[in-house]
């Protein structure tokens, strides 16, 4: 079974002060991992897709990056309105579902 | 309009009620889906439509049921709900296929109270 787990559940930063979110899975085939940003009462908002160990994708101050058993999604002088939950989630060869993360609450304090 | 859109944003029904949640993608993707979020809880799938067929969690009380007329819209019926399925209910679609990611595109979501 297909299983996703974040860390931390909560990270409040300084502005400006850098730092990673964790997304560890289990999957029987990596189809792609997902980032995805949600704001209080929104869906959530794509970010990025990662298919293979090595690989990094950057947008803005965000850069994801991919290992065997890891992600991570690092924040290079976070600004308050980083400030959301973000969501890892994975898809694999077999089904069509994606199994999320419970989500890691960032607080960015100006 | 553009990307995933879903009404009502809010509702409030009583548990002998019946409403409708609808769904619907302009991105011209051949999956949606329906997911459910809880405080505290990860993206729970409910149901996906794709390529015409359906595949459903389960676990998913017979007191939601879905329709996918066609592959842009999407509703979810409920009938004699519990208060514990208040959450978040959003909607979502993306495109699958060989060489497609598939990554889901979600719509603002219908926040669900049930009294």
């Known amino acids: 079974e297909d299983q996703v787990t974040q860390s931390p559940e909560a990270l409040r930063l300084q502005e400006g002060e850098s730092s990673s979110l964790n997304c560890s899975y289990t999957?029987?085939?990596?189809?792609?991992l997902f980032w995805y940003r949600q704001d209080p009462g929104k869906g959530p908002e794509f970010l990025f897709t990662l298919y293979s160990a090595g690989e990094e994708k950057e947008k803005e101050r965000l850069k994801a990056t991919l290992t065997k058993k890891e992600s991570f999604l690092h924040i290079t002088a976070p600004k308050p309105e980083d400030s959301a939950t973000y969501l890892c989630?994975?898809?694999?060869?077999?089904?069509?579902?994606?199994?999320f993360g419970p989500g890691t609450r960032l607080s960015v304090l100006p | 309009e553009t990307g995933v859109t879903q009404t009502p944003r809010h509702l409030v029904m009583g548990m002998t009620n019946k409403k409708s949640l609808k769904c619907e993608q302009h991105l011209g993707h051949n999956a949606m889906y329906w997911y459910k979020q809880s405080a505290k809880k990860p993206l729970e799938l409910m149901f996906v439509y794709s390529l015409e067929e359906r595949v459903e969690n389960n676990s998913v009380p017979s007191r939601f049921s879905p329709e996918c007329p066609n592959s842009s819209h999407l509703f979810l019926h409920l009938h004699t709900l519990q208060p514990e399925d208040s959450a978040l209910y959003l909607c979502a679609s993306s495109q699958i296929g060989l060489l497609r990611s598939g990554e889901l595109f979600f719509g603002e979501g219908s926040r669900l109270t049930v009294l």
């Open positions: 989630a994975v898809r694999d060869n077999y089904g069509q579902n994606f199994v």
């Open positions: 999957v029987s085939g990596l189809r792609g």
